[in-house]
């Protein structure tokens, strides 16, 4: 039975062959346009970014190694990673050695706890993420080898134990955070008899009636994992870990573009809106209710938290995931029946707006009524499990991009001059 790590080196000469023999023979081929519209428009749409992790079909979603995240909603965080790498899904026994290989990983330097610690108690929970990861850093296994000098045929190896730590250790961290930023008492340590959602769990400190909290958490690390690598987390991280910047340097980027309100952060949101719905009406307010507060958001030129999509054209399966997991454990909970309510109400006033593209839901829509649910009403706690969710997709992106041998990330911008002459502007 092969490692992860004996797995890659297996398939990683053979990736580099495909793409060596596709770069020889096509490198000139042109795959996409670039309008002024696009320039000016966050490059929406502009084909030129290689994500093999993952890829999202505005219709249908996520889709991770062929798989429909729908599929995999039942799977391990550890069987996910896994695929994510590989490209395929472990066999039960490569799971178990798996799972306790990511374990033993678990160990979170002290010095994360003391930085921690020493931050201004009103930080923010994503602030206090991105900091563990900077601190984690200096230990980068990485940027040790680099710095003995190793072969660049070499770097994804070192990168993969650095990415693994990572994964491993981010749920720690933001266990740790819970429980230091909400006074919740000390820190509950990681079991390595558990695999990484129950431990995460556990390590929060919330009850968990029957496992439901250990099987959302499992759901939410796995359905949050990755989204292609045009997303602001991801690209963040791309550009920064092409500099050969390491991982611990480059997720924490990733985390700080995550942290925006446009991005990770409108899980925050949602709850945030619910809650103002929830003072004004008292109780689920009516469907009737809930298109004058939409529109009296959209009124008042914000936007809608948790509806619309860059890429999305369709309800993001994994909300539907969030929402088939709410029916069948939290239907009576009154959130819960807002964020239902909401999802019949507010696409058709999206529509009605004529501009937004997506009118449906996206992840965030539905994720943070759950683990209000469970008893984690410190909502603006929410991205961070996003976050360490994200670990894994944009840390085994950086491995891949490694083995892909990809060099620095440096597009050509132009200035408004050029573009006018260009096009025969005025
Ligand atoms: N509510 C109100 N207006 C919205 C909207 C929403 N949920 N979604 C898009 N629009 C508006 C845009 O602001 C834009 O308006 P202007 O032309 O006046 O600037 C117009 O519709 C067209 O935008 P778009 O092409 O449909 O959407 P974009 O690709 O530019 O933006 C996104 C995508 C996600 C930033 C946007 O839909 C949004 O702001 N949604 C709310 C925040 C949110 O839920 N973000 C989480 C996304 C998932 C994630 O990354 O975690």
């Not at 558990?194 to 009636?209: K, T, V």
Request: hydrophobic share 40%.
């Amino acid at each position: 039975m092969a490692t992860i790590r004996e797995k890659l080196a297996e398939k990683i000469p053979q990736w580099r062959e495909d793409i060596g023999k596709l770069v020889k023979e096509h490198g000139n081929d042109v795959i996409s346009e670039v309008t002024v519209q696009q320039a000016y428009g966050g490059m929406r749409g502009v084909r030129c970014l290689v994500c093999d992790t993952s890829y999202v079909d505005p219709e249908k979603g996520l889709i991770i190694r062929g798989h429909p995240i729908s599929e995999l909603a039942d799977r391990l965080p550890e069987e996910v990673i896994w695929l994510l790498l590989t490209g395929e899904l472990p066999t039960p026994a490569e799971r178990d050695a798996f799972v306790e290989e990511m374990a033993q990983r678990r160990k979170v330097p002290d010095g994360v706890w003391k930085t921690l610690e020493a931050m201004p108690e009103d930080s923010h929970p994503m602030t206090m993420l991105s900091v563990a990861s900077l601190v984690m850093e200096k230990d980068s296994i990485f940027k040790k080898k680099y710095d003995e000098g190793i072969r660049k045929e070499d770097h994804w190896i070192w990168t993969l134990e650095d990415a693994l730590d990572l994964m491993a250790r981010m749920p720690v961290v933001a266990a740790g955070i819970y429980r230091l930023r909400y006074k919740k008492g000390p820190r509950i340590p990681s079991d390595p008899k558990l695999d990484m959602g129950a431990d995460y769990a556990r390590m929060l400190g919330l009850p968990n009636p029957n496992g439901e909290l250990e099987k959302l958490m499992r759901l939410y690390l796995v359905l949050h994992c990755d989204h292609e690598s045009g997303n602001v987390s991801a690209f963040a991280t791309h550009t920064v870990a092409s500099a050969l910047s390491n991982i611990y340097y480059a997720y924490s980027a990733g985390m700080n573009g995550l942290a925006g309100p446009l991005h990770g952060l409108a899980n925050q949101e949602v709850l945030k809106w619910i809650q103002k719905l929830r003072e004004r009406f008292g109780g689920v307010p009516t469907h009737e209710q809930l298109r004058d507060f939409t529109w009296e958001t959209l009124n008042a030129g914000q936007v809608i938290p948790g509806y619309g999509h860059a890429v999305l054209r369709q309800t993001d399966p994994r909300f539907t995931a969030f929402l088939e997991f709410g029916k069948k454990y939290c239907a009576n909970d009154e959130i819960f029946q807002i964020v239902a309510r909401l999802y019949e109400v507010v696409p058709d006033i999206l529509k009605q707006t004529g501009k937004v593209k997506d009118p449906y839901p996206n992840v965030d829509a539905g994720s943070g009524a759950l683990l209000w649910h469970y008893g984690m009403t410190e909502y603006d706690y929410y991205t961070v499990i996003f976050g360490i969710s994200r670990a894994l997709g944009v840390a085994s992106q950086t491995v891949i991009s490694r083995a892909y041998l990809e060099p620095i990330t440096r597009p050509k911008s132009v200035t408004t001059e050029w573009i006018k002459q260009q096009v025969g502007a005025a």
